[in-house]
Protein backbone atom coordinates (compact mmCIF):
# COMPACT_ATOMS: atom_id res chain seq x y z
CA UNK A 1 0.00 0.00 0.00
CA UNK A 2 1.42 3.42 -1.00
CA UNK A 3 1.47 6.18 1.41
CA UNK A 4 -0.75 8.35 -0.58
CA UNK A 5 -2.98 5.84 -0.29
CA UNK A 6 -2.38 5.50 3.55
CA UNK A 7 -3.41 8.54 4.07
CA UNK A 8 -6.79 8.45 1.94
CA UNK A 9 -7.84 5.62 4.02
CA UNK A 10 -6.32 7.48 6.91
CA UNK A 11 -4.20 4.73 7.83
CA UNK A 12 -1.57 5.52 10.24
CA UNK A 13 1.99 6.04 9.17
CA UNK A 14 4.45 3.87 10.65
CA UNK A 15 7.83 5.31 12.73
CA UNK A 16 9.71 5.37 9.67
CA UNK A 17 7.47 7.22 7.64
CA UNK A 18 7.02 9.36 10.06
CA UNK A 19 10.56 10.41 10.31
CA UNK A 20 11.07 10.66 7.05
CA UNK A 21 8.31 12.79 6.80
CA UNK A 22 9.53 15.12 9.27
CA UNK A 23 13.14 14.96 8.40
CA UNK A 24 11.80 15.99 4.54
CA UNK A 25 10.46 19.31 5.88
CA UNK A 26 13.65 19.96 7.95
CA UNK A 27 15.54 19.87 5.46
CA UNK A 28 13.83 22.75 3.89
CA UNK A 29 12.83 24.75 6.98
CA UNK A 30 15.94 23.75 8.91
CA UNK A 31 14.39 24.14 12.21
CA UNK A 32 10.65 24.11 13.75
CA UNK A 33 9.19 23.98 17.48
CA UNK A 34 7.03 21.01 18.06
CA UNK A 35 3.62 23.19 17.79
CA UNK A 36 4.40 23.15 13.47
CA UNK A 37 5.36 19.61 14.31
CA UNK A 38 1.79 18.39 15.59
CA UNK A 39 0.19 20.24 12.97
CA UNK A 40 2.49 18.52 10.07
CA UNK A 41 1.78 15.21 11.29
CA UNK A 42 -2.14 15.86 12.57
CA UNK A 43 -0.80 14.20 16.13
CA UNK A 44 -0.86 15.46 19.91
CA UNK A 45 2.06 16.71 21.64
CA UNK A 46 2.27 13.53 23.98
CA UNK A 47 2.32 11.39 20.64
CA UNK A 48 4.96 13.70 18.73
CA UNK A 49 7.22 13.63 22.02
CA UNK A 50 7.73 9.54 21.57
CA UNK A 51 8.40 10.24 17.94
CA UNK A 52 10.69 13.64 18.93
CA UNK A 53 12.54 11.20 21.76
CA UNK A 54 13.62 8.49 19.13
CA UNK A 55 14.80 10.64 16.93
CA UNK A 56 16.77 12.68 19.05
CA UNK A 57 18.47 9.29 20.51
CA UNK A 58 19.74 8.28 17.18
CA UNK A 59 20.76 11.64 16.49
CA UNK A 60 18.40 12.89 13.36
CA UNK A 61 17.48 15.94 15.00
CA UNK A 62 18.73 17.88 18.04
CA UNK A 63 17.14 20.59 20.09
CA UNK A 64 17.85 23.86 21.49
CA UNK A 65 16.23 26.15 24.02
CA UNK A 66 16.42 29.75 22.37
CA UNK A 67 15.20 33.06 23.76
CA UNK A 68 12.80 34.77 21.94
CA UNK A 69 10.54 38.03 22.35
CA UNK A 70 8.51 37.18 25.93
CA UNK A 71 10.31 33.83 26.45
CA UNK A 72 11.68 30.91 25.27
CA UNK A 73 11.15 28.25 22.79
CA UNK A 74 12.24 24.99 21.97
CA UNK A 75 13.41 24.40 18.59
CA UNK A 76 13.95 21.02 16.37
CA UNK A 77 16.55 20.94 13.95
CA UNK A 78 18.09 18.24 11.40
CA UNK A 79 21.47 17.35 12.14
CA UNK A 80 23.82 15.98 9.54
CA UNK A 81 23.44 12.79 10.26
CA UNK A 82 19.20 12.81 9.95
CA UNK A 83 20.10 14.57 6.42
CA UNK A 84 21.86 11.17 5.41
CA UNK A 85 19.05 9.12 6.71
CA UNK A 86 16.29 10.84 4.76
CA UNK A 87 18.76 10.88 1.31
CA UNK A 88 19.35 6.94 2.34
CA UNK A 89 15.88 6.12 2.12
CA UNK A 90 14.53 9.08 0.12
CA UNK A 91 13.81 6.61 -2.77
CA UNK A 92 10.97 4.46 -1.02
CA UNK A 93 9.17 7.33 -0.76
CA UNK A 94 9.20 9.60 -3.94
CA UNK A 95 11.80 8.70 -6.84
CA UNK A 96 11.40 10.97 -9.32
CA UNK A 97 12.32 13.87 -6.50
CA UNK A 98 15.60 14.89 -4.78
CA UNK A 99 16.29 15.98 -1.56
CA UNK A 100 16.90 19.56 -0.88
CA UNK A 101 20.38 20.85 -0.74
CA UNK A 102 22.30 20.62 2.92
CA UNK A 103 19.93 23.00 5.06
CA UNK A 104 21.38 25.09 7.82
CA UNK A 105 21.79 23.28 11.20
CA UNK A 106 20.29 25.25 14.39
CA UNK A 107 22.41 27.16 15.98
CA UNK A 108 21.26 29.43 19.36
CA UNK A 109 22.30 32.44 17.22
CA UNK A 110 18.88 33.52 15.94
CA UNK A 111 17.00 36.68 16.48
CA UNK A 112 14.68 36.32 19.04
CA UNK A 113 12.44 38.66 16.65
CA UNK A 114 13.25 36.41 13.89
CA UNK A 115 11.94 33.20 15.08
CA UNK A 116 8.52 33.78 15.82
CA UNK A 117 7.72 35.29 12.37
CA UNK A 118 9.47 32.46 10.87
CA UNK A 119 7.31 29.62 12.72
CA UNK A 120 4.05 31.64 11.80
CA UNK A 121 5.17 31.33 7.54
CA UNK A 122 5.74 27.30 8.18
CA UNK A 123 2.75 27.50 10.24
CA UNK A 124 1.05 29.03 6.59
CA UNK A 125 2.86 26.46 4.80
CA UNK A 126 1.78 23.44 6.28
CA UNK A 127 -1.68 24.55 5.73
CA UNK A 128 -1.75 25.88 2.55
CA UNK A 129 -0.49 22.31 1.54
CA UNK A 130 -2.76 20.73 3.19
CA UNK A 131 -5.38 22.56 1.17
CA UNK A 132 -3.62 21.55 -1.93
CA UNK A 133 -1.07 24.43 -2.56
CA UNK A 134 2.06 23.31 -4.44
CA UNK A 135 5.35 24.64 -4.84
CA UNK A 136 5.68 26.83 -1.60
CA UNK A 137 9.41 28.79 -1.37
CA UNK A 138 10.73 30.78 1.75
CA UNK A 139 12.35 33.75 0.83
CA UNK A 140 14.29 33.35 3.94
CA UNK A 141 15.79 29.96 3.42
CA UNK A 142 18.14 31.23 0.78
CA UNK A 143 15.47 29.80 -2.32
CA UNK A 144 14.81 31.82 -5.07
CA UNK A 145 12.26 31.33 -7.93
CA UNK A 146 11.30 32.61 -11.40
CA UNK A 147 7.47 32.64 -11.47
CA UNK A 148 6.01 31.90 -14.99
CA UNK A 149 2.69 31.25 -16.16
CA UNK A 150 2.98 26.94 -15.70
CA UNK A 151 4.23 27.46 -12.59
CA UNK A 152 6.91 27.93 -10.40
CA UNK A 153 10.87 27.03 -10.96
CA UNK A 154 13.76 27.12 -9.25
CA UNK A 155 15.99 28.69 -12.19
CA UNK A 156 18.75 30.84 -9.61
CA UNK A 157 17.14 33.86 -10.70
CA UNK A 158 15.33 36.46 -8.31
CA UNK A 159 11.44 36.64 -8.68
CA UNK A 160 11.33 40.72 -8.37
CA UNK A 161 13.79 43.01 -10.18
CA UNK A 162 12.86 45.48 -7.17
CA UNK A 163 14.35 45.08 -3.64
CA UNK A 164 11.49 44.13 -1.98
CA UNK A 165 10.96 39.98 -1.54
CA UNK A 166 7.49 38.21 -0.25
CA UNK A 167 7.90 35.87 2.68
CA UNK A 168 6.96 33.17 0.43
CA UNK A 169 5.44 32.05 -2.98
CA UNK A 170 3.23 29.49 -3.90
CA UNK A 171 0.69 28.27 -6.54
CA UNK A 172 -3.01 28.22 -5.01
CA UNK A 173 -4.94 25.41 -5.82
CA UNK A 174 -6.90 27.11 -8.91
CA UNK A 175 -3.41 27.82 -10.57
CA UNK A 176 -2.74 31.83 -9.38
CA UNK A 177 0.62 32.54 -8.54
CA UNK A 178 0.45 34.12 -4.93
CA UNK A 179 3.26 36.27 -3.27
CA UNK A 180 2.65 36.08 0.48
CA UNK A 181 3.39 37.80 3.02
CA UNK A 182 3.15 37.22 7.01
CA UNK A 183 2.36 40.66 9.10
CA UNK A 184 2.77 40.29 12.35
CA UNK A 185 3.13 43.81 13.06
CA UNK A 186 2.52 47.13 11.26
CA UNK A 187 5.28 48.74 9.44
CA UNK A 188 4.97 52.59 8.44
CA UNK A 189 3.20 54.15 6.05
CA UNK A 190 6.06 55.48 3.49
CA UNK A 191 7.91 51.59 3.71
CA UNK A 192 4.17 50.06 2.98
CA UNK A 193 4.56 52.50 -0.48
CA UNK A 194 7.27 51.36 -1.18
CA UNK A 195 6.06 47.94 -1.02
CA UNK A 196 3.27 48.25 -2.50
CA UNK A 197 4.80 50.38 -5.88
CA UNK A 198 7.12 47.08 -6.26
CA UNK A 199 4.51 45.20 -6.23
CA UNK A 200 2.00 46.99 -9.04
CA UNK A 201 5.03 46.93 -11.19
CA UNK A 202 5.77 43.27 -10.60
CA UNK A 203 1.72 43.08 -11.45
CA UNK A 204 2.19 44.95 -14.34
CA UNK A 205 4.97 42.56 -16.06
CA UNK A 206 3.04 39.60 -15.00
CA UNK A 207 5.86 38.19 -12.27
CA UNK A 208 2.69 36.94 -10.34
CA UNK A 209 -1.03 37.24 -10.10
CA UNK A 210 -1.75 38.41 -6.42
CA UNK A 211 -0.74 38.87 -3.13
CA UNK A 212 -1.86 38.04 0.72
CA UNK A 213 -1.23 39.32 3.83
CA UNK A 214 -2.08 37.21 6.47
CA UNK A 215 -1.89 38.87 10.01
CA UNK A 216 -2.04 36.84 13.36
CA UNK A 217 -6.07 38.38 14.33
CA UNK A 218 -8.89 40.29 12.88
CA UNK A 219 -7.75 44.13 14.46
CA UNK A 220 -3.99 43.73 13.24
CA UNK A 221 -5.76 42.19 9.89
CA UNK A 222 -8.12 45.58 9.39
CA UNK A 223 -5.31 48.10 10.06
CA UNK A 224 -3.01 46.77 7.61
CA UNK A 225 -6.05 46.81 5.00
CA UNK A 226 -7.13 50.62 5.88
CA UNK A 227 -3.25 51.66 5.68
CA UNK A 228 -2.22 49.89 2.54
CA UNK A 229 -5.57 50.84 0.55
CA UNK A 230 -5.64 54.57 1.88
CA UNK A 231 -2.26 54.87 -0.36
CA UNK A 232 -3.26 56.60 -3.33
CA UNK A 233 0.33 57.66 -4.90
CA UNK A 234 3.22 55.71 -5.58
CA UNK A 235 6.72 56.88 -6.01
CA UNK A 236 8.24 55.86 -9.42
CA UNK A 237 11.56 57.75 -10.00
CA UNK A 238 10.98 61.34 -9.75
CA UNK A 239 7.42 60.63 -10.72
CA UNK A 240 4.15 60.49 -8.07
CA UNK A 241 1.77 58.18 -10.02
CA UNK A 242 -1.49 57.92 -9.76
CA UNK A 243 -3.04 54.34 -7.99
CA UNK A 244 -6.42 53.13 -10.21
CA UNK A 245 -8.29 51.89 -7.27
CA UNK A 246 -9.48 48.47 -9.29
CA UNK A 247 -5.59 47.94 -8.51
CA UNK A 248 -6.22 46.72 -5.11
CA UNK A 249 -8.42 43.99 -6.51
CA UNK A 250 -5.11 41.48 -6.54
CA UNK A 251 -4.38 41.88 -3.06
CA UNK A 252 -6.08 40.28 -0.53
CA UNK A 253 -6.34 40.39 3.67
CA UNK A 254 -6.83 37.65 5.81
CA UNK A 255 -6.07 36.06 9.60
CA UNK A 256 -4.28 33.21 10.23
CA UNK A 257 -7.63 31.83 11.05
CA UNK A 258 -9.08 32.57 7.59
CA UNK A 259 -5.59 31.03 5.87
CA UNK A 260 -5.91 28.51 3.32
CA UNK A 261 -9.78 27.33 4.81
CA UNK A 262 -10.39 25.49 8.34
CA UNK A 263 -7.73 22.82 9.28
CA UNK A 264 -9.11 19.43 8.36
CA UNK A 265 -10.08 17.32 11.69
CA UNK A 266 -9.87 14.34 9.75
CA UNK A 267 -6.84 13.92 7.38
CA UNK A 268 -3.20 13.51 7.75
CA UNK A 269 -0.71 14.89 5.51
CA UNK A 270 1.09 12.04 4.04
CA UNK A 271 4.76 12.37 2.78
CA UNK A 272 3.44 11.82 -0.99
CA UNK A 273 1.06 14.91 -0.53
CA UNK A 274 4.24 16.80 1.03
CA UNK A 275 7.00 16.09 -1.41
CA UNK A 276 4.76 16.45 -4.53
CA UNK A 277 5.12 20.52 -4.24
CA UNK A 278 8.94 20.14 -4.48
Known sequence: MSLLTKQL??????????????????????????????DLLQITKRSLRKILNAMLSKKMI??????IMGGEVLLYGITSSGVKFASKNYLTLQPSNALNSIPKLLSTRLSPTFI????DIQMLRIRA????????????TGQVVDFHREGI?????????SQHRPDAWSINPVGDRVCVECERTIKSKPRYAAILCDYLLALKRGDF?????????IDIRNKLENLITSITHVQIGLISV??????FERFHFMTYDDWAGPPIKTQRVGVSQLLKIY
Open 9 to 38: RLVKLNSLETELLILNFLSFESWTNDTNLC
Open 62 to 67: KEVLVN
Open 116 to 119: PHRL
Open 129 to 140: ERAGWTQWVNAD
Open 153 to 161: KHCGLPILV
Open 209 to 217: DEVIWVSPN
Open 242 to 247: LIPRNR
